[in-house]
């Protein structure tokens, strides 16, 4: 009777040792999920979009997440949406300007350009999502002139770019058949600033506004507009 009751007790621990490894390692196998996931199609359908600053660099961005970037006043950065054949994206200000430079083939470049006074922002949006948050900087450089103008064809204005000494100062016009800008007087210093004046002169095309730049050490800075009159 003790031996035939020691078997079954030897049977039934025997049993118990293969079934409870295998039990654990079924429980482990249903709670690792780590090494998948399943893609949603909201996610799948994100286009890429990538942002590119006046230094050239690029920078990933992820619409619904908005990406903090300061822009200098009269300086912009480049948008370009891929995968995305009907984008649209918006300010919620007139601290920035929004132009849409090209679109084909599912790539749409947009231009976001830095306008009005230091510290204003704006919230940029993709086709409603969140994208980026724009400060407003100063420029490292003073200008005497910070209102757009009209000006007759063959007349002249002067306006005067101050700088730091070392620094690299010109300027031109986006369209130099239509607006004329030169150098006026040589370079000098003045309380321990570099300064230089220019010279715009109207000279065709009457009723266009063109712009203005200064390029300081080698970034270009929209400083003003110039719409030409009879």
């Known amino acids: 009777m003790k031996k035939t009751l020691l078997k079954r007790m030897i049977v039934i621990a025997l049993c118990a040792a293969m079934i409870i490894p295998t039990t654990a390692m079924s429980a482990f196998a249903a709670d690792d999920t780590s090494s998948s996931r399943t893609v949603t199609s909201q996610e799948s359908q994100l286009p890429e979009v990538v942002m590119t600053d006046v230094q050239k660099k690029d920078t990933v961005l992820t619409p619904g997440t908005a990406q903090d970037v300061g822009i200098a006043i009269g300086q912009k950065i480049i948008v370009t949406v ?14 920035v300007q929004i132009f849409t430079l090209s679109q084909s083939n599912g790539k749409t470049t947009y231009e976001v350009f830095a306008r009005g006074v230091v510290g204003a922002t704006a919230n940029v949006s993709l086709n409603g999502q969140a994208l980026l948050k724009v400060t407003n900087t100063e420029r490292p450089f003073w200008c005497d002139t910070t209102i757009n103008l009209g000006m007759h064809i063959g007349s002249s204005y002067v306006f005067q770019i101050q700088g730091e000494l070392g620094s690299s100062i010109d300027a031109n016009s986006a369209d130099s058949s239509t607006l004329s800008v030169s150098k006026d007087g040589n370079t000098k210093t003045i309380n321990g600033k570099l300064v230089q004046n220019f010279r715009v002169t109207p000279v065709g095309n009457s009723g266009k506004t063109v712009g203005v730049y200064v390029n300081y050490n080698g970034i270009a800075y929209k400083v003003l507009y110039i719409q030409s009159m009879q």
């Open 82 to 95: 891929n995968g995305n054949t009907s984008p649209t994206l918006t300010t919620d200000t007139d601290a």
